[in-house]
């Protein structure tokens, strides 16, 4: 029977020890602010998740657990339907996060000082975890269209990066983290294309390959375009299509046999990963039951993407943005208020009373910019605006 997720139903989170809303006295120096920052969504997670979670803790051992293959063939069961990315069981590499992959991937795929490309403005641990592990960033920066707002890839500056001798992977984020891209099937393509001339390995972060908008092109799984010796690691994970990210289990398709071992002998060099009853039951749950919430979940998403940019366009002059093709989050360009990247965190927080991700820890490229949440309900991204456009009004006075 068909359920319908009331996405407007507000959950308390605060005193949960959510980082999103109990780290906010520490991130922006202030209570009060609406958190509207960190990578995960207000909405309950499906009930089938719930209730499989509800289950496992009624068994009061919580001891060492294995995958058992169900995890396995739920997997392979989701990609299959939803991307039609037909994945072999011995591809996957179960791991702790898609973080700790990426940071496992430098170590497994380049030597100290070796180059990892990186396409920013992008998600902060693209950074450092190329920068903690020894590894040299490469930066190929996105373009922008002044008119549009919408990004694209520098092909041609991304095969100059490649031929740099000490280049050896190439980081890639499908859907974009923060720009909201989904990737053409050119585009994708054409990173292959690099990538086999100049024999880079593609990590492909796709965690929010199940976040896309109805009314945009469709998401394409870089995996379902590559050929079967190609140097290709996909790293997904349910946390953020169900809204269970703390549950940390993510997982890696590495169809080279070699790759997959080198992988995996970074993750057993640190003890990793120790697997968690709770996450292998949340991950199950989610693509074996998740769909019906997960299609509800994204046109409510959508709505509130159509509101914000509309809002945007309607009552906040300095503020621009482009609409995103996929993700919960949204792109601000406040260029046009001419603040410093200090002075734009300052105006947000302290004038308007609102808690977004700065721009620049995405990269050099994203000053002037700001990421907007926008995976809570309607209520909340009104009082966002209302309380930005309030001190715009003050500022313009």
Request: charge should be negative.
């Given at each position: 029977m068909s359920v319908t997720t009331d996405f407007d139903q507000p959950v308390v989170r605060e005193h949960s020890c959510s980082v999103k809303f109990d780290a906010r006295k520490a991130v922006f120096g202030?209570?009060?602010?609406?958190?509207v920052w960190v990578a995960d969504m207000d909405f309950a997670a499906p009930e089938a998740v719930t209730q499989v979670l509800k289950a496992r803790a009624e068994h009061p051992v919580y001891g060492y657990t294995l995958f058992p293959d169900s995890l396995y063939q739920s997997m392979m069961d989701w990609f299959a339907a939803r991307h039609g990315w037909h994945i072999e069981r011995e591809w996957i590499l179960m791991a702790p996060?898609?973080?700790?992959?990426?940071?496992?991937?430098?170590?497994?795929?380049?030597?100290?000082?070796?180059?990892?490309?990186?396409?920013?403005p992008v998600y902060p641990p693209f950074f450092s975890s190329v920068r903690q592990s020894g590894r040299q960033v490469i930066e190929n920066p996105l373009l922008q269209d002044d008119r549009t707002g919408q990004y694209r890839m520098d092909l041609h500056h991304l095969e100059q990066c490649a031929a740099r001798p000490e280049a050896k992977i190439l980081m890639f984020c499908s859907?974009?983290?923060?720009?909201?891209?989904?990737?053409?099937?050119?585009?994708?393509?054409?990173?292959?294309?690099?990538?086999?001339?100049?024999?880079?390995?593609?990590?492909?972060?796709?965690?929010h390959c199940d976040l896309t908008f109805r009314d945009k092109p469709a998401h394409r799984i870089l995996a379902t375009l590559a050929a079967p010796d190609d140097a290709l690691v996909t790293a997904v994970a349910p946390s953020k299509s169900f809204n269970m990210p703390g549950l940390g289990l993510s997982a890696l398709v590495i169809p080279d046999a070699q790759r997959r071992k080198a992988m995996k002998a970074v993750f057993d060099s640190m003890h990793l990963p120790q697997c968690n009853p709770f996450s292998v039951a949340g991950f199950e749950a989610g693509y074996r039951h998740g769909a019906e919430w997960l299609d509800q979940l994204m046109t409510y998403l959508q709505a509130n993407r159509d509101y914000v940019v509309q809002q945007v366009t309607d009552r906040l002059p300095g503020l621009?943005?482009?609409?995103?093709?996929?993700?919960?989050?949204?792109?601000?360009?406040?260029?046009?208020?001419?603040?410093?990247?200090?002075?734009?965190?300052?105006?947000?927080?302290?004038?308007?009373?609102?808690?977004?991700?700065?721009?620049?820890?995405?990269?050099?490229?994203?000053?002037?910019?700001?990421?907007?949440?926008?995976?809570c309900p309607r209520a909340v991204l009104e009082q966002v605006l209302t309380r930005i456009e309030m001190a715009l009004a003050q500022r313009l006075a």
């Open positions: 202030r209570e009060d602010v609406i958190p996060g898609v973080v700790p992959s990426l940071h496992a991937a430098c170590m497994a795929y380049a030597q100290p000082g070796e180059g990892v490309i990186i396409q920013p859907p974009h983290n923060p720009v909201g891209r989904v990737w053409s099937e050119a585009e994708l393509q054409a990173v292959l294309d690099i990538a086999r001339r100049y024999q880079l390995v593609v990590i492909s972060d796709e965690i621009r943005v482009s609409v995103p093709e996929g993700t919960y989050l949204m792109w601000l360009d406040c260029r046009e208020l001419a603040l410093d990247d200090v002075g734009l965190k300052r105006f947000f927080v302290q004038e308007a009373g609102v808690g977004m991700n700065p721009g620049i820890s995405f990269g050099e490229p994203g000053s002037g910019f700001m990421r907007l949440n926008i995976g």
